[in-house]
């Protein structure tokens, strides 16, 4: 069964809102957790890392004021996109080390997210 | 820079093998993967090299030589549900994954 859960899998909201997206670790604690991006036939584009009970480490060119990233919880981070625009519209991936297998990364569901 | 390059889309027949690149160039390594990817879902893990060498499971081998950063993904007997785009990526000395832009690969009967 799946080890990161991702909700919800998609999401449509008006221009100017704010959407939420979670990320929950199960069965295992995930002090970092990994925020994607992945526009239509491109490749994966990491936006940030989460890290449990600190703020987040954003990529070049990701704005932290605009993805808000909270990992309040040793098995939860949460993505909020604030004030939506049409070109925010993509697929979110979120995805965490297992202690287990720290080699390998497992993956939420994704996100669609679709801003009119 | 760091960069992976691989194929951007690859043709094949059902019932036949084929053999995706994968050339990167990152600061430090720390072990390649390979992950399977249908349009709007997540990444599958397919496969992961550290060492030199051939990784084979079941219809999936993965080969890796460090020397010449490459790396490749063999898949035996295609079937059509393996239409899918393959993504390699690298973890770099922070431990932090680098992926290529995906390989789509198309299955022909």
């Known amino acids: 069964g799946a080890v990161v859960s991702q909700h919800p899998s998609w999401v449509i909201c008006k221009s100017g809102t704010s959407v939420k997206i979670e990320c929950r670790s199960l069965d295992f604690q995930a002090t970092t957790m990994f925020w994607y991006r992945q526009f239509p036939k491109q490749s994966l584009m990491l936006m940030a890392t989460s890290n449990e009970g600190s703020k987040a480490t954003y990529e070049q060119g990701v704005e932290k004021d605009k993805f808000l990233i909270n990992h309040a919880s040793l098995t939860l981070s949460t993505l909020t996109v604030t004030s939506a625009h049409p070109e925010d519209s993509s697929f979110y991936i979120c995805s965490a080390p297992t202690p287990a297998r720290e080699t390998e990364a497992f993956f939420g569901q994704g996100t669609r997210l679709t801003v009119v | 820079g760091q960069n992976i390059d691989q194929p951007t889309e690859m043709t094949a027949t059902e019932g036949a093998i084929v053999q995706i690149n994968c050339t990167y160039q990152?600061?430090?390594?720390?072990?390649l993967f390979w992950y399977q990817q249908h349009a709007g879902e997540a990444p599958t893990f397919l496969s992961y090299?550290?060492l030199d060498g051939l990784e084979e499971k079941g219809r999936f081998s993965s080969f890796l030589s460090r020397s010449k950063g490459y790396s490749y993904l063999l898949l035996k007997e295609l079937q059509m549900k393996d239409s899918a785009s393959y993504l390699c990526?690298?973890?770099?000395?922070?431990?932090?994954?680098?992926w290529g832009a995906g390989t789509k690969l198309i299955i022909k009967p």
């Open positions: 990526a690298v973890k770099d000395s922070n431990y932090q994954l680098i």
């Open positions: 990152t600061s430090g390594f720390n072990g």
């Open positions: 090299n550290v």
